[in-house]
């Protein structure tokens, strides 16, 4: 699956310049499902994928740690269009869910249209030409292409870029040193003594993996407390397999059911609701039956639930009973030759450090720029997108899971999906040649979320709703909202059609009206 500089060659001369082009950023779960529907529903084969990586999975590719699996259940984590009977847990993990992609990869027969090891530098907007100019990287070589693109498609996601906290003397310490995202299968850790740095959902996973080992010591160093709720994992029976795979309907009423009362889930993080506090006293109550008593004070969060993501329990509190782990609450100052020195000026002598501290949600490795030269980062962090799909200033730019299109208690992929699924509208003028250019509107609601936890601070993941309602609003463009370029008379009749409908309701109702009081008469 490796391809040189020749092969990127090969590749765009495939790319015909009669039809509109388009480049898919990131040969991820977003990027896949791009390209299956952007062939499928459009009918369009005039793209490239580029992945910079030498395999395709993007987040399930490099994430590799002990215990690293979905916290949704993989019926729901899947798409609608390609369900899968044979999950053999509610809850599946790394390995299952890279192979499920990997099937639909091949399937949909997209190997021919990726070009792996490339890595798009900057994509840039040619207002005058109407164009993107894509600077790529070949990565074996180090050579630079040139390329150009009408439609360009960020799929690159937000779990890519690793962040290391800002603790001084990372570069000092002579042990192995990593985050969880890049994890080291070639160090042993028996007979270690491991610190931890961070206890969200990936370092609460692969913590009571690593800890079934008797002789590996860890030190869990923590900042914030973590909400964390019961994981009931259970596994499938072979009946229940064969009654998703045969029976009609039977999948995709339970994939419905898992969709209907997660989304409910939403109303549980709304701060201070009566939902809220009943949820704030039941995670109480099982964290607090479940926990070491020595740990409660400082495990149990005194903000409400919703705040920061939920974690789900990977039997990591019951992990925290056993003699080799240990919760460290006391601030880190710097990390040294040997270990870590606390604020209080106590050193912790380690042998190796995890880093289990999540990702940046605004740091891309690629530059975008727009019309008069603004960046999209610029964008991300100030103004915010519309439905996290396109920016002011960046025509013909879509992305996939941008700014506040997330969710902290639904199915990733229903978000892609219905992403997608509105991308493919807003593209249709372009790809059929009705339209040159999209422009995205100035107007952009700000995003808040009820019971963000920093004062002033903006929310830059979430959607600040329900995952139904977010579909909902994105079902249809409101294409009075977009400026068309090069289409005018096409979008002049989609808002004369607009228009007509609405009046033919109108109608319909007055008529409606008029008759129930004849009737009444």
């Known amino acids: 699956m490796l391809r040189n500089l020749l092969s990127t060659h090969d590749q765009l001369s495939n790319m015909n310049r009669d039809t509109p082009r388009v480049v898919i950023v990131g040969a991820g779960i977003a990027g896949i499902t791009m390209a299956v529907n952007l062939r499928n529903k459009l009918h369009h084969d005039n793209f490239v994928i580029y992945e910079k990586a030498e395999s ?3 987040t399930w590719r490099d994430n590799t740690y002990p215990g690293c699996g979905s916290d949704v259940p993989g019926h729901w984590y899947s798409l609608s269009t390609e369900p899968n009977p044979y999950w053999e847990n509610y809850y599946i993990t790394q390995p299952e869910i890279r192979t499920y992609w990997e099937e639909i990869y091949q399937k949909h027969d997209l190997a021919s249209r990726t070009v792996f090891n490339t890595c798009v530098k900057l994509v840039e907007w040619d207002e005058e030409k109407g164009v ?8 074996t070589s180090g050579q630079m292409i040139q390329t150009q693109a009408e439609v360009v498609i960020q799929a690159v996601g ?22 969880s995202s890049q994890w080291r299968h070639d160090v042993d850790l028996k007979g270690m003594t491991v610190g931890v740095i961070g206890n969200g959902c990936s370092a609460t996973q692969f913590v009571p993996v690593i800890a079934a080992e008797p002789t590996t010591r860890i030190i869990n160093f923590c900042r914030t407390p973590q909400w964390i709720a019961l994981r009931s994992n259970y596994h499938y029976s072979n009946w229940a397999k064969w009654a998703f795979a045969h029976v009609p309907f039977l999948m995709y009423a339970y994939r419905c059911f898992m969709m209907i009362t997660g989304d409910l889930l939403w109303g549980v993080f709304l701060a201070n609701s009566p939902l809220n506090t009943v949820f704030k006293k039941l995670l109480t109550w099982y964290m607090r039956s479940t926990a070491p008593a020595k740990y409660l004070d400082d495990l149990i969060p005194t903000y409400p639930p919703g705040c920061k993501r939920l974690v789900l329990d990977s039997n990591y509190l019951a992990a925290l009973h056993q003699p ?7 601030g880190i100052q710097e990390i040294v030759e040997d270990g870590i020195v606390l604020k209080t000026g106590d050193k912790v002598p380690l042998d190796a450090i995890i880093f ?11 530059v975008f720029r727009g019309i008069g030269g603004r960046t999209l980062k610029h964008c991300f962090e100030s103004e915010g997108g519309y439905y996290g799909t396109v920016f002011p200033g960046f025509p013909n730019l879509f992305t996939i899971v941008g700014p506040n299109s997330a969710s902290a208690h639904a199915s990733l992929i229903f978000i892609i999906e219905t992403q997608v699924g509105y991308i493919l509208k807003l593209m249709n003028p372009i790809i059929n040649g009705k339209a040159k250019s999209l422009k995205s509107p100035k107007r ?8 963000f936890k920093s004062a002033g601070a903006k929310n830059l993941a979430t959607f600040p709703g329900m995952m139904s309602l977010y579909w909902w609003i994105t079902r249809k463009p409101r294409w009075d909202d977009f400026k068309v370029v090069g289409g005018e008379q096409w979008f002049y009749q989609q808002l004369e059609r607009k228009v007509a409908l609405t009046n033919y309701a109108l109608v319909g109702l007055m008529v409606s009206i008029v008759g129930y009081i004849f009737s009444m008469l």
């Open 132 to 139: 993107h100019n894509l600077t790529l990287e070949d990565v």
């Open 158 to 179: 937000f779990f890519t870029a690793p962040m290391y906290p800002d603790i001084p003397g990372k570069e000092k310490f002579t042990g192995p040193l990593w985050h």
């Open 444 to 451: 952009l609601q700000p995003i808040t979320t009820p019971g």
């Open 356 to 366: 289990g501290t999540g990702f940046y949600l605004v740091e891309r490795e690629i």
């Open 324 to 330: 080799n782990v240990d919760l460290n609450w006391t």
């Open 56 to 58: 395709i999975g993007g």
